[in-house]
Nanobody, 120 residues
């Protein structure tokens, strides 16, 4: 079993910064991708950023240049640094962990979500 524990959400003024953290524990295989998704009220969950075990990142156009993702493989943790936050960045941010097991099955896990509120 795999567990994801997120932290770092909160209330911030527009233009401010937050750093989200997600720690993954449990049975972890070497082929995996960690990432962040978000969901605003009335909207579908959308990709924010992902990073593979090899450090390849995929970042949504809406946050490029403002958000960065990185991971600490030794700690099985992924981080999302969010700078110059905008009102439209508000929502629940979910940590995601996907991995391939020994039988080449893709396993997908989600954190419980952390609220990010951006005030004008």
């Amino acid at each position: 079993q795999v567990q994801l524990v997120e932290s770092g959400g909160g209330l911030v003024q527009a233009g401010g910064s937050l750093r989200l953290s997600c720690a993954v524990s449990g049975t972890i295989f070497s082929i995996n991708t960690m990432g962040w998704y978000r969901q605003a009220p009335g909207n579908q969950r959308e990709l924010v950023a992902t990073i593979t075990g090899g450090g390849v990142t995929n970042i949504a156009d809406s946050v490029k240049g403002r958000f960065t993702i990185d991971r600490d493989t030794s700690k099985n943790a992924v981080y999302l640094q969010m700078n110059n936050l905008k009102l439209e960045d508000a929502g629940v941010y979910y940590c995601n962990f996907r991995q391939i097991d020994r039988e080449w099955r893709e396993l997908n896990y989600w954190g419980q979500g952390t609220q990010v509120t951006v005030a004008s």
